[in-house]
Structure formats: structure tokens, C-alpha cells
């Protein structure tokens, strides 16, 4: 089965929305675990939600720091263009990670809906379906194929 083709103007903005989003998430991983001060000033620009619940009250524990791990790791993936699906949707589960605590079960208002993180997450479902990792990534070079059927 073949994938249908995406005009190399299409392929050069999923490209650049693969790098904007992998640029976010690793500057996100950094601030959190080298630069917390910074984390704090910009929580109000991109992503307050991601900013805020990393940055936010001084978290314990080993989880707090592995999600920070993974911010960071996740974004270089997706500048890298390797493992860029799997990269994509490990972002998605901590994007919605991210904003659970701010859902309130009592009071479900669309406004919770209506932030910049849903905006990246249907980004990354973008770079998820349209295979971005070939697309000036190392991904390219990358074969996996999972059950796969070899004709003989």
C-alpha cells in the first residue's frame, strides 16, 4: 500500500510546524529542568497551561522530574525528525496530562477546551497522520514495519 503524495509546499509547512512544536516542547523540558526563573516569566505567553504545571509549586517526587525529561526529549525528537509519531503522540498524553487538573468535573465549561493546548495537540495529530519524520528528519532513514507480510 502506498501513501498518497503531499505537494512539497504542504511538506515544507508540516516541516516547520514539526520544528515550531519540537523547538517548544525542548525549550519547555529546559526551562523546567535548567532555568526555572525563565519558565515562571514566560508561563503567561505559549502554552500557560504547560508552563504553569511544570513550573508551577515545586513538585516531588520522581514523576514531576521524568515529565520534565520528556518534554525535553520529545522536543528534540520532533526537531530531529526520529521517532517523530511516537515523539507526537507521548506529547499528546502530556499536553492532556497537563490540563487534567485544571478539569473540573463539577463545572465542564467550553472554555477549558479553547486554549493553546488543544491547538498543539491537533498539531501533533497533524504531524502524527502525515508522516513529517521523512520530511528533513532522520526518520527517513528509519524502517520499522510492524506486521509487516513478506510476499515469497
Known amino acids: ?44 505567553q505559549s502554552l500557560p497551561v504547560l508552563y504553569n504545571w511544570l513550573g508551577g509549586p515545586a513538585k516531588t517526587g520522581s514523576l514531576h522530574i521524568f515529565f520534565e525529561w520528556a518534554f525535553l526529549v520529545i522536543g528534540a525528537c520532533l526537531v530531529l525528525g526520529l521517532l517523530t509519531r511516537t515523539a507526537s503522540i507521548a506529547g499528546i498524553a502530556l499536553t492532556i496530562a497537563s490540563f487534567l487538573p485544571d478539569v473540573r468535573s463539577y463545572a465542564l465549561t467550553a472554555s477549558q477546551f479553547v486554549n493553546d493546548d488543544m491547538i498543539v495537540i491537533m498539531c501533533l ?11 528533513f528528519g532522520l526518520d527517513k532513514f528509519i524502517h520499522v514495519h510492524f506486521f509487516s507480510q513478506h510476499k515469497k
Open 125 to 135: 495529530l497533524v504531524i502524527v497522520f502525515s508522516n513529517s519524520g521523512t520530511y
Open 1 to 44: 500500500m502506498t501513501s498518497p503524495k503531499i505537494p512539497h509546499t504542504l511538506r515544507l509547512v508540516i516541516f516547520l510546524l514539526r520544528l515550531t512544536l519540537g523547538l517548544n516542547f525542548f525549550y519547555l523540558g529546559f526551562t523546567s529542568i535548567f532555568n526555572t526563573d525563565l519558565g515562571k516569566q514566560l508561563e503567561g
